[in-house]
């Protein structure tokens, strides 16, 4: 078998962490299977490590939380498409074997996609995605076999219909029922991604859908909640879901699934993610006793397997401040970025699927690569309600980041500075600030409805993000970036990005200090709340 040359990014949620093996320093893991949840070890640091400004509590933490994690991946080839293929143990060789079903049109079919096993009773029960013609009422199919050889499709033809491209059926056995699980979207239109789920009690007939996790993001097909693979390990649910981002990010998004913990297999809530690992269209087994993940996918050139370890534990560390009108959460290590803001109570508006909320950069391609790293070190000055994080990283390249919070009662400052020390390894394509939010509609002081894709220069007065019962706005605070090269937006992903060059060739030539721009960002209970953002925009061109 060969390995492939991947990164293995590190993920963490507020409750608890799941990384890939080699992605944090042996320094900062700890292995013990019986770590507690966040909300037993959080705690407050000595005197000095915490303050409170101007009605904000401000806390700086460091917990040891529970991980997920896998080992290094191995190539398995021979498996294609919708294939049947055969191997001495799970570790391969795998040989190739003739296809068991082709789709058949007569059978309602016009495709055979995402197959899943499962036996029951001396049967095996195959379910599939068939499609049909109308992506609002896709529908699922199923096939059983005694010998995994000849499959026999069901009689009494499809099991059901959902959409819109309702796929990727995955069957587990939950107390005295069956549940399938499959990818969906809210409704038959442009809607909230989701993961459904259906019930039965002979492999069936299946009951009433019912949603049982929301992706943040909206679209006519289920980009960001393929694969749906659910585990029950000590009690607890796992929940496998991706790509995070769905298609918008290239790799980072495509090879990228998050792990939603849960003690309520039919409710899955993003704010519970252990964390994210780099694998696409995952499926867990239990082999030899052990949990193993695969990967795959169109260009991943072949199917890998890797062990999974759903008992490490890492630590984490960050500062969170509650304000009267917010709650923020800035994680600091193992990577830097804002992973929760709300209102007091509210549900978390920020997600970091697609390029998070965080300073970031592009090098020698588009996008966000190599991503912020851990930052080297936080200050908290009492005097001025301020929380900097020093030092982030990029990857192996001379350059960081310095990203400072100034703390108010209504809304917090945000701003960043860079220092390039010495030639880069490649031309900076794209550089700035990312709003990552779970909001549906982006936009800015033209237009608070911008299109996907749509690019506009400068960096105006504010952006904002909203859906109908919640805002989040950043006013950018005039002359405080270096170059004001332009704001781009994407509502697919609720991203708002802005930036200061677009093929920065000059960057690796010019070492020095630069000014990354400043933000006052505020929340709101309040769907299209523009007077919130005409406040903060009023504040900083004061």
């Known amino acids: 078998m060969t390995t492939p040359e991947q990164q293995t990014p590190t993920g963490v949620t507020r409750r608890r962490v799941l990384t890939i093996a080699?992605?944090?320093?042996?320094?900062?893991?700890?292995?013990?299977?019986?770590?507690?949840?966040?909300?037993?070890?959080?705690?407050?640091?000595p005197t000095g490590q915490g303050f409170e400004y101007d009605d904000v509590e401000v806390t700086q933490y460091r917990e040891r939380v529970r991980t997920v994690r896998t080992g290094r991946f191995e190539r398995h080839t021979g498996e294609q498409f919708l294939s049947h293929a055969t191997a001495p143990s799970l570790h391969g060789p795998f040989v190739t074997e003739a296809p068991v079903l082709s789709a058949d049109p007569d059978y309602g079919e016009t495709h055979l996609w995402a197959p899943h096993v499962v036996e029951h009773e001396g049967t095996w029960y195959m379910f599939y995605a068939g499609g049909g013609p109308d992506d609002a009422n896709a529908i699922m199919c199923l096939a059983t076999s005694t010998d995994l050889w000849h499959w026999e499709r069901d009689p009494d033809g499809a099991l059901f219909a959902d959409g819109r491209e309702a796929r990727d059926p995955m069957v587990l056995r939950v107390g005295d029922e069956w549940a399938m699980y499959y990818c969906a979207t809210e409704n038959q239109r442009f809607s909230r991604r989701v993961v459904a789920c259906r019930t039965s009690a002979d492999l069936r007939s299946w009951g009433e859908r019912r949603i049982v996790y929301e992706a943040p993001q909206y679209g006519d097909v289920?980009?960001?909640?393929?694969?749906?693979?659910?585990v029950e390990h000590d009690g607890a649910y796992y929940l496998f879901v991706g790509p995070t981002g769905g298609y918008e990010g290239g790799y980072h998004s495509y090879s990228s699934t998050d792990v939603i913990r849960s003690d309520d297999p039919f409710r899955f809530d993003r704010d519970d993610r252990v964390g994210r690992i780099r694998v696409h269209a995952p499926e867990v087994v239990r082999h030899d006793g052990r949990w193993c993940v695969t990967h795959s996918g169109v260009g991943q050139n072949g199917l890998y397997l890797a062990e999974l370890d759903l008992d490490a534990t890492e630590t984490r560390t960050g500062v969170r401040a509650a304000g009267p009108s917010y709650e923020l959460d800035v994680q600091a290590s193992p990577w830097c970025g804002v992973v929760a803001l709300r209102t007091p109570g509210g549900p978390n508006l920020v997600d970091d699927g697609f390029r998070g909320t965080r300073p970031y950069l592009a090098i020698g391609g588009y996008g966000d690569s190599p991503r912020a790293g851990a930052a080297r070190r936080i200050t908290l000055d009492r005097r001025r309600g301020e929380v900097t994080l020093h030092d982030i990283p990029f990857g192996g390249e001379p350059v960081t980041a310095d990203w400072t919070f100034a703390l108010a009662a209504d809304w917090f400052d945000t701003k960043m500075a860079w220092e390039v020390a010495d030639e880069l390894s490649g031309v900076v394509m794209e550089g700035g600030w990312s709003l990552g939010t779970a909001l549906p509609q982006v936009g800015d002081d033209v237009d608070p409805d911008r299109a996907p894709g749509t690019s506009a220069g400068g960096l105006g007065r504010y952006i904002v993000a909203t859906d109908g019962s919640m805002t989040?706005?950043?006013?950018?605070r005039p002359g405080s970036m270096w170059v004001e090269y332009n704001r781009w937006f994407n509502a697919k992903v609720g991203t708002i990005t802005s930036q200061f060059v677009m093929s920065w060739a000059g960057l690796s030539r010019k070492p020095g200090r630069y000014a990354g721009?400043?933000?006052?960002?505020?929340?709101?209970?309040?769907?299209?709340?523009?007077a919130l953002a005409e406040r903060l925009a009023a504040g900083v061109e004061e």
């Open 22 to 45: 080699g992605a944090a320093s042996a320094a900062s893991v700890t292995s013990t299977a019986a770590a507690a949840p966040r909300e037993e070890v959080a705690t407050r640091l």
């Open 222 to 230: 289920a980009g960001d909640t393929e694969s749906p693979f659910v």
């Open 472 to 476: 989040v706005a950043a006013a950018y």
């Open 517 to 530: 721009g400043s933000w006052r960002v505020g929340v709101s209970p309040e769907g299209g709340d523009l």
